[in-house]
């Protein structure tokens, strides 16, 4: 017979795993960074690989602390009227107080489809947003639920991990998308030595491998995270509820 599982036993696994998935695409960023080093000649190698490195710290330290201004931002949410939205607020609090949160910040944005989504560092530093398309359709308790699953999401820390995933893999792509068009532009000077022209022929094969799937790995990784966790959001919601 399979071993059951408490929710607590699922989530503390499923941290584990993003740990071990987050780690991987920090492996996968500095291995796509020193691939970008096949396109200088060899004393500039060393430089390149620093400076991408660095760039990467702090594209991703930007994400950690500014994440959840540049989300909100970039998806047009404003901050809610207290007064105005007063159910919304009443929904989130009631919420926030059976799970044991901070309030968090609630936002909408003037969409017709319905969605919601939270983000954030941690339960203090947190925020949940909902389309004015989702207030129009559910009624309260239909409400209740889509909240009580974004507030499993703070609760169990997958605000956290999806932010800093979620930059990993926009770094992934951006330092890939650099690398493709640098060399179709061409990029780098070849050695005059044919040991070494071969050598650098080989470490640009590899790069171009890299360039490639690195995108498609980060999406896999991406939603390998996303699947479970989502999930563990509908058990935590019926606990809230």
């Not at 919304?88 to 901070?102: F, K, R, S």
């Amino acid at each position: 017979m399979t071993e059951r599982k408490s929710i607590h036993d699922c989530i503390r696994s499923n941290k584990r795993k993003s740990v071990f998935f987050v780690a991987l695409l920090a492996i996968l960023l500095t291995v796509l960074c020193a691939s970008l080093s096949g396109f200088f000649p060899k004393e500039e190698q060393g430089a390149v690989i620093v400076l991408s490195l660095i760039f990467v710290a702090v594209y991703i330290f930007f994400g950690y602390f500014k994440g959840s201004a540049a989300i909100m931002a970039l998806s047009g949410a404003k901050e809610a009227d207290p007064k105005s939205e007063r159910q919304l607020y009443n929904v989130v609090e009631e919420m926030a107080i059976a799970g044991g949160l901070p309030m968090p910040k609630v936002y909408i944005m003037e969409e017709a489809a319905p969605n919601a989504f939270a983000t954030g560092r941690d339960p203090k530093d947190s925020a949940v947003a909902v389309t004015r398309g989702l207030l129009m359709k559910l009624n309260r308790n239909e409400l209740q639920g889509v909240i009580a699953h974004e507030l499993s999401h703070i609760r169990h820390y997958d605000i956290l991990f999806s932010t800093l995933v979620c930059f990993m893999v926009g770094a992934v792509a951006m330092i890939a998308r650099f690398a493709w068009r640098f060399m179709l532009f061409g990029g780098g000077r070849r050695s005059s030595s044919r040991k070494a022209g071969q050598g650098q022929a080989l470490i640009l094969i590899v790069a171009l491998a890299l360039m490639i799937f690195a995108p498609i790995l980060s999406t896999i990784v991406q939603l390998a995270i996303s699947r479970e966790r989502e999930y563990l959001a509908d058990a935590g919601a019926v606990a809230l509820t």
